[in-house]
């Protein structure tokens, strides 16, 4: 499997890859296929399961509103997101939607949608099903897909069977192999990933204008967060803090005078809190982890003297590489690990970025991904209500300064050190397979159980 730096870091909607974005996709490659194959205007109905963790949590995830949106053809990337809300009134009102906005069906979350987290599908705990019938109830289609975290969403006939990959100049799936590239090349881990993106395809200047799109994106979420207050979506009644706190800071009132760690947990706060909210944002390596890159990024580009658009992409691409030892070795799905695998993966990716646009050794980068995962090891995925606030929010503020501080700690060494990247993303694969499924996105552990709903 070929990992893309654009395959990580994707244009998505809140408030989760896994159990928005990826729902929405499955729907929208459902309906798709169906017109392409000539089918669709024999449809009838369409019946969606959403099994195991899809189907614990996705409530709390609007897995149903991504599921109708699907339907009508809409993508994560593109969908309108100030439209959505009066969109999903007026199916649910007319119990109808119009899948790709050519024939409208009957339909009601409840009925034709069904939240079943009694059952797992085999491949993976966000799976999901489709069916499309005719006038005479005979099934037309069925159709299973996974939701595998980060947005990647694969159907039952491709999971396990990737195509084979395209011949790659820096062919890497470990730590040690990347290592090797920039010790036989004399090149930085950026520049090793960036000759691996040219041969899936990009010229250099399309993977640079590429990667700073994807800048303004994580910019232009930080200042919706900045600017909005009010009360979250969902029973929590979570109240945003981000605008506050920003008005904090910007008149350095109430805990002395502000330290750039103040501002990257800020900026953390103010992407997850619009993740919250179902707003635009990049999965960075997931929804859930959305805050912590953009928020060391924005520390880079506000206190780094000398920072700019070149750093910009190689701090992207750094932590692409270290993401894709993650998703090849291990995971980046709550679902699967525990927030280690959202969390810890961003964590790890946002302090190897951070060390090699402060002038890092491609071992200093690998030192300070190695601290980011190996202190996060363990980590949960419990929220509360099923909704990604809390802990989410939060976490996210905290791994951020974290990824700052493993930055700091490698620079600050030659880049020998015990444990490697390696050992540490395959200790996270162990403790996720270890970890009791209700602590695994389910809603059946920890915080989820333990705080009472107000």
């Not at 990647?152 to 396990?160: A, I, M, Q, R, Y």
């Not at 981000?242 to 947990?265: F, H, I, K, Q």
């Not at 750093?311 to 980046?332: D, E, Q």
Request: net charge neutral; proline share 5%; hydrophobic share 40%.
């Amino acid at each position: 499997m070929t990992i893309s730096v654009f395959d990580l870091f994707k244009v998505s909607i809140g408030p989760s890859s896994s159990h928005t974005a990826g729902p929405m996709t499955a729907a929208g490659t459902f309906v798709r296929d169906l017109a392409t194959d000539g089918l669709l205007e024999r449809v009838a109905g369409v019946q969606v399961t959403l099994h195991g963790s899809l189907g614990l949590t996705g409530r709390g995830h609007d897995s149903d509103k991504a599921v109708l949106l699907g339907l009508t053809g809409e993508h994560p990337e593109t969908v309108e997101i100030d439209t959505v809300e009066a969109r999903l009134a007026k199916m649910r009102a007319s119990g109808t939607v119009d899948l790709c906005g050519r024939r409208t069906i009957p339909f009601v979350v409840g009925e034709d949608l069904v939240f079943d987290g009694t059952s797992r599908l085999p491949r993976h705990p966000n799976g999901m099903r489709f069916t499309a019938s005719g006038h005479d109830g005979r099934e037309l289609r069925s159709k299973v897909y996974y939701s595998i975290g980060g947005g990647f969403v694969l159907d039952e006939d491709t999971v396990g069977r990737e195509p084979t990959p395209p011949a790659l100049p820096y062919p890497f799936t470990t730590a040690a192999q990347l290592l090797a590239h920039c010790r036989e090349t004399g090149l930085p881990v950026s520049a090793v990933m960036m000759e691996n993106e040219k041969a899936l395809g990009r010229g250099e200047t399309q993977i640079r204008d590429g990667l700073i799109g994807l800048w303004q994106v994580m910019r232009h979420c930080v200042r919706r967060g900045l600017t909005h207050e009010g009360v979250l979506p969902g029973r929590l009644r979570v109240r945003r803090r981000a605008r506050y706190m920003y008005g904090r800071l910007r008149s350095e009132s109430g805990l002395g005078p502000s330290s750039p760690m103040d501002w990257v947990s800020l900026y953390a706060l103010a992407v997850n809190e619009e993740n919250a909210a179902g707003g635009r944002i990049v999965t960075a390596p997931t929804n859930g982890a959305a805050g912590i890159i953009p928020a060391v990024l924005h520390g880079y580009n506000s206190f780094v003297p000398g920072a700019g658009p070149l750093g910009v992409v190689r701090f992207l691409l750094t932590a692409g590489a270290v993401g894709v030892l993650f998703k090849l070795n291990a995971s980046i799905s709550g679902a699967e690990v525990g927030c280690q695998g959202e969390v810890g993966s961003a964590c790890a990716m946002a302090a190897a970025g951070l060390a090699e646009v402060l002038g890092g050794t491609p071992d200093q980068v690998e030192s300070a991904a190695e601290i980011g995962i190996e202190h996060n090891l363990g980590l949960t995925c419990d929220p509360i209500g099923g909704l990604v606030q809390i802990p989410c929010i939060e976490r996210n503020a905290v791994a951020a300064v974290k990824a700052v501080t493993a930055a700091r700690i490698a620079l600050h060494g030659d880049g020998r050190h015990v444990v490697s990247l390696d050992q540490a993303i395959a200790t996270m694969r162990d403790t996720g397979r270890d970890m009791l499924d209700k602590y695994k996105e389910t809603g059946r552990g920890g915080l989820a159980v333990n705080v009472v709903e107000c």
